[in-house]
T-cell receptor, first 113, second 114 residues
Framework: AQSVSQHNHHVILSEAASLELGCNYS??????LFWYVQYPGQHLQLLLK??????LVKGIKGFEAEFIKSKFSFNLRKPSVQWSDTAEYFC???????????FGSGTRLSIRP | DAGVTQSPTHLIKTRGQHVTLRCSPI?????VSWYQQVLGQGPQFIFQ???????GRGNFPDRFSARQFPNYSSELNVNALLLGDSALYLC?????????????FGPGTRLTVT
């Protein structure tokens, strides 16, 4: 079955700490991978995406993610988080020719000032 | 440029009633997708329309239907509402269907069924 697993439901960090959010997917065939972010009171927006090429993808606001095909993983990283990174983060997968995006259940990130 | 817009922002309905949600895509985008986001979960795909034709359907009952108009705006209709239909309904637009086309999400419509 096609699915996305985000194992961390709620992560609490102090400012300047490093961040890694886990994401594993189950999907046959070539995939496109995404991380979306939902800041409090705002709509879902794209943080970064992987379609092909370099498996290390850089996104907005200093975030990056690495696609490891052998592990079916697409973990999100940031070397030093800020209070403004407080948000809900969603990992998502889509077949390369498919229309629907399959989302994980999300990880709530709380940053202590 | 205006992003994806959705209306209404919030609404409250009673079990058994019908609801229509509306979405206007980004100018130039011809594909619209609908997602349901229940509290504490990620969005779940309901439908995708491209050039007024259904291009994908998620695992939702026939009570859910949608359509796309010549100006590429879209409506999501839900009949015989159940308590479990309470959720945030998201609309996303993209230039085309499938492939390498990024989807841009709107702010959503919060539906509460009592």
């Amino acid at each position: 079955a096609q699915s996305v697993s985000q194992h961390n439901h709620h992560v609490i960090l102090s400012e300047a700490a490093s961040l890694e959010l886990g994401c594993n997917y189950s999907y046959g065939g070539t995939v496109n991978l995404f991380w979306y972010v939902q800041y409090p009171g705002q709509h879902l927006q794209l943080l970064l995406k992987y379609f092909s090429g370099d498996p290390l993808v850089k996104g907005i606001k200093g975030f990056e993610a690495e696609f490891i095909k052998s592990k079916f993983s697409f973990n999100l990283r940031k070397p030093s988080v800020q209070w403004s990174d407080t948000a809900e983060y969603f990992c998502a997968v889509k077949g390369s020719s498919a229309s629907k995006i399959i989302f994980g259940s999300g990880t709530r990130l709380s940053i202590r000032p | 440029d205006a992003g994806v817009t959705q209306s209404p922002t919030h609404l409250i309905k009673t079990r058994g009633q019908h609801v229509t949600l509306r979405c206007s895509p980004i100018s130039g985008h011809k594909s619209v997708s609908w997602y349901q986001q229940v509290l504490g979960q990620g969005p779940q795909f309901i439908f995708q329309y491209y050039e007024k034709e259904e291009r994908g359907r998620g695992n939702f009952p026939d009570r859910f239907s949608a359509r796309q108009f010549p100006n590429y705006s879209s409506e999501l209709n839900v009949n015989a509402l159940l308590l479990g239909d309470s959720a945030l309904y998201l609309c996303a637009s993209s230039l085309k269907s499938g492939g390498y086309y990024e989807q841009y999400f709107g702010p959503g419509t919060r539906l509460t069924v009592t």
